[in-house]
């Protein structure tokens, strides 16, 4: 059955911290890329898309899914395919990954996306605006940081959804 994506997303319950830090953690120093998901929002995501086949980004350590691919390997040069869920590096890069998963759509994937809401972007309004937009609450907490990050964060999906 097909449901909507505004329907699926909004069965999101995770709650975060709406305070921003005044001190970013190291995990917010531009020397790392490893904004690790949340655990708790990754399981929601999941159940609400039945599950992801994919992380496309990422290491041993923090891959989300079976199937992972790491630097090595650079994600952005291999084919997806299946339920994706991507959590991009947040560098300079991050248009071509944005750009990838709208792509790797086109060619039948569902790819959703956690990334950082930088409305102002060139790859926010190339990409993540031909996709289906869900603005998260709060700030969220990555990896095992005690201080929330210090920019919003949205969830953006690509491609058709079928729910289970
Ligand atoms: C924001 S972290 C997300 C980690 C994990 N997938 C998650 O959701 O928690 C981005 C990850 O992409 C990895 N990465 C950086 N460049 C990559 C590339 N070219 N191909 C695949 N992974 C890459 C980094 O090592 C990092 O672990």
Not at 37 to 52: D, I, K, N, R, Y
Not at 95 to 119: D, F, H, I, T
Not at 130 to 157: C, D, E, M, Q, W
Request: aromatic share 14%; proline share 5%.
């Amino acid at each position: 059955m097909a449901i909507s994506y505004a329907t699926a997303l909004s069965k999101l319950s995770v709650t975060h911290s709406a305070k921003e830090s005044a001190i970013p953690s190291v995990h917010f120093s531009s020397a790392t890329c490893e904004w690790e998901t949340p655990l708790a929002l990754f399981e929601e995501l999941s159940h609400v898309f039945g599950g992801f086949t994919l992380d496309p980004c990422a290491t041993p350590e923090n891959a989300k899914c079976a199937r992972y691919f790491t630097r090595e390997d650079d994600g952005l040069s291999q084919a997806w395919n299946g339920k994706v869920f991507m959590n991009p590096p947040y560098g300079r890069e991050i248009g071509k990954w944005v750009k990838k998963a709208w792509a790797e759509s086109l060619n039948g994937a569902l790819v959703v996306c956690l990334v950082p809401a930088r409305v102002d972007t060139r790859w926010w309004h190339e990409y993540a605006r031909k996709g289906h937009v869900y603005f998260l609450r709060g700030r969220l907490k990555f990896g095992a940081s005690v201080n929330s990050a210090p920019f919003p964060s949205a969830i953006v999906t690509f491609g058709k959804f079928f729910s289970r």
